[in-house]
């Protein structure tokens, strides 16, 4: 357990409206990662962080956007949600020790655009 | 372009025989490999890793071999038991270790 929690971990919301999605983690760790999950495509990287208000951009950013104020905070948003958002959202982060890495897994957030 | 690829979206087997998940990718500049499992409802959590300094690497029942030349790699738990019954991914890094490209995910079902 990397002490990693997303919220909410279920949303509901309607075609146009701003979402953010929030994951905290409690490990003071450098890299943290939001992936999305559907069905045929595996894990893709959304956008990722490697320090305070240090970001950048992952395979499919497109209509997403992040930010990373303190440390332990890296929030998702989607500025005006779509139906093809509908996703499973995970966070991650990423540890890196003698030459191996892992990274550790939220709970994820299921969000339904309608 | 997906430069994972794990082309058997599902597997079943006996319990007590032998598992074998296979990737594929073709990104040449990747050097790290890793397995994930992962239960619905969870988030995907680390099984086994592999440098590419390396053709195998072992933890327990699960082994994970490394063939560079063919860019593959598998997966193999001996014996397989209910409680494996996941959905696997594999992924690769390289470098630094900043981005990590996944595999779309198989299916595993152990048969009891």
């Not at chain 1, 509901?12 to 999950?37: A, D």
């Not at chain 1, 779509?82 to 957030?109: H, L, M, N, R």
């Given at each position: 357990d990397a002490g990693i929690t997303q919220s909410p971990r279920h949303k509901v ?55 990373r104020s303190k440390t332990e905070d890296f929030l998702l948003t989607l500025e ?35 | 372009?997906?430069?994972?690829k794990q082309n058997s979206p599902s597997l079943s087997v006996q319990e007590g ?96």
């Amino acid at each position: 357990d990397a002490g990693i929690t997303q919220s909410p971990r279920h949303k509901v919301t309607e075609t146009g409206t701003p979402v953010t999605l929030r994951c905290h983690q409690t490990e003071n760790h450098r890299y943290m990662y939001w992936y999305r999950q559907d069905p045929g495509h595996g894990l893709r990287l959304i956008h990722y962080s490697y320090g305070v208000k240090d970001t950048d951009k992952g395979e499919v950013s497109d209509g997403y956007s992040v930010s990373r104020s303190k440390t332990e905070d890296f929030l998702l948003t989607l500025e005006s949600a779509t139906s093809s958002q509908t996703s499973v959202y995970f966070c991650a982060i990423s540890e890196k020790s003698s030459g191996t890495f892992q990274q550790f897994f939220g709970p994820g957030t299921r969000l339904t655009v309608l | 372009d997906q430069q994972v690829k794990q082309n058997s979206p599902s597997l079943s087997v006996q319990e007590g025989r032998i598992s074998i998940l296979n990737c594929d990718y073709t990104n040449s500049m990747f050097d790290y490999f890793l397995w994930y499992k992962k239960y619905p409802a969870e988030g995907p959590t680390f099984l086994i890793s592999i440098s590419s300094i390396k053709d195998k690497n072992e933890d327990g029942r699960f082994t994970v071999f490394l063939n560079k030349s063919a860019k593959h790699l598998s997966l193999h738990i001996v014996p397989s038991q209910p409680g494996d019954s996941a959905v696997y991914f594999c992924a690769a890094t390289w470098g630094t270790g900043n981005q990590f490209y996944f595999g779309t995910g198989t299916s595993l079902t152990v048969i009891p």
